[in-house]
């Protein structure tokens, strides 16, 4: 058998070099290698000795670069020159037997390793530099192990030695006499060192198991009798096969890892090659020492090239990455690769697949996700600011009204209208098209399973989804969210998402004037079913101010409060709404109302036409019909359907108008018969429930029927329902909401600890945290504290900030302490303290005043600039004076320093004169999605008045908005170019404007005798 060993320190190049003995035992070799070219070219052939006679172990110097110690069956041990071709000498003991092992230390030690003898020792140990060149003998230093054989040994520095007999693993100190211990075993042939951590070694046994070891559990003293020995870290029974140490080179078979720790290969039936790598716990031992304990982690097989391979080694390459050196039993050498292996993989945050090589340092990553489409948002639909309820639809998926907007893949979506209603074939055709777009996306297996494809998966993954709703703003504003939504399809547009934000939208301006709170009580996002159970419904929650404990009459008194404010929000002059319901004098009448106005169905008998106009002309007669059967009126459902163009609509209408024939007659007939088979079979969810309602005219047809929306359904329920019904139907509907994570269930739930509980169903089953923490933010920590919110908003902070989204984050904090202030100006979180402040240069003390008199409605401490009141400007833009000025330090009194430009002191606002710096506020570019909100308590005078649907709003014209947002901006830039503003290196200030100002023409600082270059710093 031959044997190919790697010398790690004679390369003084990146090529490597390596030691061989041909499967005849009698010739050694010297290679050359290029570790980074993978043909067999790069293994160059330096040297060849030959005259050797059944060659049995081989070592080389470390030091001594070429000097190589060859061991002989005959007895004999060969020092010879491999670089320059020589024999140096040829000795043997005075025993002469078979030399088993050879090994050289750095010094020039030589170990010899022999068979048993009665009268010699079996452990030799001799100098090179004191062996005269001519003498048979060796000239011995050191000789242990008298009457034993020695298989195996190795140097473990210049003065100790691991050797191992047929019965015995020992350690032996040249120092002493006695071994330091000996540990009995019978897998002790082959002692190998691993390179990364010279405490553990391999051996093997006879029967070619493999045992792995660590010295220092060898150590201890074993009693007499003790049966309790040191165990292996780890054994692999009949690894390198049975009969190895028979077999002279079987230890060929086994390598420890160059290039990785806690790895090695072994060779298998002369055509695998496996690796094997370990992972390790650490234990403490009786000294202190830590302790490794071993397993088995993986194991990759690696086939070769050719066949009847009988020995290797590694070629380390450098990052983790090898090669392998094969010899074949003819003696032909030559290499092969081993592929890069990644044994761990992970996404990040951004949907890119992240590998890892074992324990490398080197992260590959692939992107699969396109993740840098970012939709256009200049074309957002301003119409949505009406906040009405008109909007909400009820398909699985929400297709935005633009007929313009690109899909993902290039290609439009259209909505197919014709005079009001669907054409059944446009429909079809949208289905196939949708379907063979779809199909590139999909792949498909012979077992006709259909699967996305892996690229269009991860494109479509949540987190991705996440990522870009957070670039485009999402959640900062519910009507802003809603309009991201319908201009942007590639980010999840289901309907429950828009219809969820829709609602916020609405519960939130009635919060935001007022109208939810009365007196002591706040009803601030509750929903319908927190209201109709009064105290119950509204436990756990902070809904009343001053902790007071309402009764029940003092809550319908605060109720009705609510109601009646809700009614004269609405414009001066219109009519007084009277809601329609079968129930007026249900002891429950203030709740149904309060729940009518939440779910947007608190209409009078007028809004009805207005109402149907709306439906028909932007969805379908189909459904607008339906809502005449959710409202009771069957004949304008007949009238709707009447008008059709198409003829089966035509004909459904005359089916239905036989209910004003057979309302009043309960026993069942054809006429009924006909319509509960149609109920089951028509595939249109709105004529599905028409007829369902019309066979048996029971409403309990429509509240289960799952194609209907929520809202739509709790609509018929709050209008038709006795109390006791309407009580059963919300406690298992809300039941049901939460335990499916309906996120549109949120309307019957609100923003409450039920709500959370849906919530936190939804993230279970859509991993969506974004939305959880947007939607929590309204209710939590303002009206009661949940631990999960806090998790949610916790994960989605480090989400933002692993994107790098900081200014988004930012805002996000912003708007959760915004929304925790209560009705009352109290902030329920925990607001950050300040982070970066400015210091009075004397006593280094903030020179802001105490925190508690500049607190802010959001909780930010306000800086000395911020605080100074510019709301008033002139057309010059000159500040006008409304606070005194404060030119020192509110602590020391000493004075600010001066601006290098005008010599006023900084921090001082109102000033003479008006600081343009160099960026101009351009008014005219402004875009048409941009957030034209007051952002200031001043409100605009010039106000316009809509009505649309049965939603009444006051809207502010688009003009006043963009003179109000130009003159917020103006505002913004005058005060920022009024802040400090300081060079880091020669620390002299200067106001931000005159700093843009002076640097835009110069790069030295202004201040006189200065030679600093400030824009470098």
């Excluded at 020039?108 to 048993?116: F, I, N, S, T």
């Excluded at 003293?221 to 028979?246: E, I, R, W, Y």
């Excluded at 609405?570 to 779910?599: E, T, W």
């Amino acid at each position: 058998m031959g044997l190919i060993k790697k010398v790690t320190t004679w390369s003084q190049d990146t090529q490597l070099d390596y030691l061989s003995v041909n499967p005849t035992r009698d010739e050694v070799t010297h290679f050359k290698v290029d570790p980074f070219d993978e043909a067999d070219e790069s293994i160059t052939k330096l040297n060849t000795l030959k005259d050797f006679t059944n060659i049995t172990c081989l070592d080389y110097s470390e030091s001594q670069p070429g000097i190589v110690g060859v061991g002989e069956k005959d007895g004999f041990v060969k020092i010879v020159d491999v670089l320059g071709g020589r024999t140096q000498l040829v000795v043997r003991p005075k025993q002469r037997r078979c030399i088993n092992a050879v090994s050289i230390n750095n010094v020039g030690l030589v170990a010899m390793g022999l068979d048993k003898h009665r009268q010699d020792a079996s452990l030799q140990v001799w100098d090179i530099n004191y062996q005269k060149q001519g003498e048979d003998f060796v000239n011995l230093s050191f000789e242990y192990c008298v009457n034993e054989s020695l298989v195996s040994l190795q140097f473990l520095n210049d003065i100790s030695l691991l050797v191992a007999s047929t019965k015995f693993i020992k350690e032996v100190d040249l120092r002493v006499k006695t071994p330091v211990y000996q540990h009995p075993t019978r897998l002790s042939y082959d002692i190998k060192l691993n390179p990364f951590n010279d405490w553990q070694f391999s051996s093997y046994g006879d029967d070619g198991t493999l045992a792995i070891w660590d010295r220092r559990k060898l150590s201890g003293k074993v009693n007499a009798g003790d049966l309790n020995l040191a165990q292996p870290l780890l054994t692999f029974d009949k690894l390198v096969g049975a009969g190895a140490a028979s077999r002279k080179y079987m230890n060929s078979c086994f390598r420890w890892s160059s290039v990785q720790n806690r790895e090695f290969a072994t060779l298998h039936r002369g055509d695998t090659i496996k690796r094997w790598r370990l992972g390790s716990s650490v234990e403490s031992a009786e000294n202190g020492d830590q302790l490794e304990n071993l397993f088995v982690s993986t194991v990759h097989d690696i086939a070769t090239t050719f066949d009847r391979v009988a020995t290797f080694d590694y070629i380390p390459k450098g990052d983790h990455k090898t090669s392998v050196i094969c010899m074949r039993q003819s003696g032909t050498v030559y290499r092969i690769p081993m592929l890069q292996s990644y044994s761990k993989t992970a996404f990040n945050l951004s949907n890119c697949l992240l590998l890892s090589n074992y324990e490398s340092s080197v992260i590959d990553e692939i992107k699969v996700a396109e993740t840098e489409k970012i939709a256009n948002l200049h074309n957002v639909n301003t119409a949505l600011k009406t906040l009405s309820f008109e909007d909400l639809g009820i398909g699985e998926e929400y297709v935005p009204s633009i007929k313009s907007l690109p899909s993902n893949d290039g290609s439009s979506d259209h909505l197919y209208e014709n005079g009001g209603e669907y054409d059944d074939d446009l429909e079809h055709s949208s289905v196939a098209n949708s379907s063979d777009r779809g199909s590139r996306n999909l792949t498909e297996d012979e077992d006709y399973q259909i699967y996305w494809k892996p690229k269009r998966l991860l494109q479509k993954d949540i987190s991705v989804i996440m990522r870009l709703r957070a670039m485009l703003g999402y959640g900062l504003d519910p009507m802003a969210t809603v309009e991201l939504i319908d201009q942007s399809k590639a980010l999840q547009n289901n309907t429950y998402i828009r219809n969820t934000w829709r609602w916020l939208a609405i519960a939130k301006a009635s919060v935001e004037d007022g109208t939810m709170v009365s007196g002591d009580l706040d009803l601030g996002y509750e929903g319908i079913i927190g209201i109709w159970n009064g105290l119950a419904g509204l436990s756990n929650q902070n809904r009343c101010s001053h902790d007071i404990m309402l009764t029940d009459k003092q809550l319908n008194k605060e109720m009705e409060k609510i109601h009646q404010d809700q009614e004269e929000k609405r414009k001066p002059g219109m009519s007084h709404r009277s809601s329609v319901y079968d129930f007026p004098d249900s002891p429950k009448n203030v709740q149904r109302n309060l729940c009518l106005i939440i779910s947007g169905w608190d209409l009078s008998s007028t809004d009805y036409e207005e109402k149907y106009n709306i439906i028909i002309k932007k969805w379908a007669l189909r459904k607008g019909s339906s809502l005449g059967c959710l409202f009771g009126d069957i004949p304008k459902a007949v009238e709707i359907l009447g008008s059709a163009k198409k003829e089966r609509l035509r004909l459904i209408a005359t089916a239905i108008a036989g209910y004003v024939a057979y309302k009043d007659r309960p026993e069942n007939n054809s006429w009924r018969n006909q319509c509960r088979k149609m109920a089951s079979e028509l595939d249109d969810p709105y004529l599905r429930v028409i007829f369902a309602f019309i066979a048996d005219n029971d409403w309990w047809d429509i509240l289960y029927e799952p194609a209907i929306s929520l809202r739509e359904r709790l609509g018929v329920a709050l209008r038709f329902l006795n109390d006791a019904d309407l009580t059963r139907f919300l406690d298992r509907t809300s039941s049901t909401v939460i335990a499916n994570g309906e996120l549109e269930g949120l309307i019957l739930t609100g923003i409450t600890p039920s709500g959370i509980d849906l919530l936190q169903s939804y993230v279970n089953k859509t991993s969506d945290v974004q939305s959880a923490a947007l939607i929590s933010l309204f209710g939590s920590p303002r009206y009661f504290k949940d631990d999960r919110v806090d998790e949610w908003v916790f994960a989605y902070r480090k989400m933002l900030n692993s994107w790098g989204l900081f200014s988004k984050r930012a805002k996000f904090d912003v708007l959760r302490t915004k929304l925790s202030t209560t009705s009352s100006g109290e902030v329920t979180t925990t607001v950050k303290p300040r982070q970066l402040y400015i210091q009075c240069v004397n006593c280094k003390k903030n020179i802001n005043k105490p925190i508690s008199t500049r607190m802010n409605l959001a909780g930010n401490a306000l800086n000395g600039p911020a605080m100074k009141k510019i709301d008033n400007l002139t057309d010059s833009g000159q500040a006008q004076e409304v606070e005194p000025h404060r030119y020192s330090c509110p602590h020391c009194g000493t004075s600010f320093p001066r601006c290098a430009i005008c010599l006023m002191p900084l921090g001082t606002s109102s000033l003479p004169f008006a600081i343009n710096g160099i960026r101009s506020v351009d008014y005219k570019d402004v875009p048409e999605s941009a957030d034209l909100g007051n952002g200031s308590r001043e409100e605009p005078t010039d106000t316009t008045y809509r009505e649309d649907g049965d939603q009444r709003t006051d809207i502010i014209s688009r003009s006043s908005q963009l003179t109000f947002y130009k003159k917020n901006l103006r505002r913004k830039q005058f005060r920022l170019n009024e802040w400090f503003s300081f060079c880091l290196s020669c620390n002299h200030g200067m106001h931000a404007g005159h700093a843009e100002e002076w640097f835009a023409k110069h790069s030295v600082c202004p201040t006189q005798g200065c030679d600093c270059q400030c824009t470098k710093y």
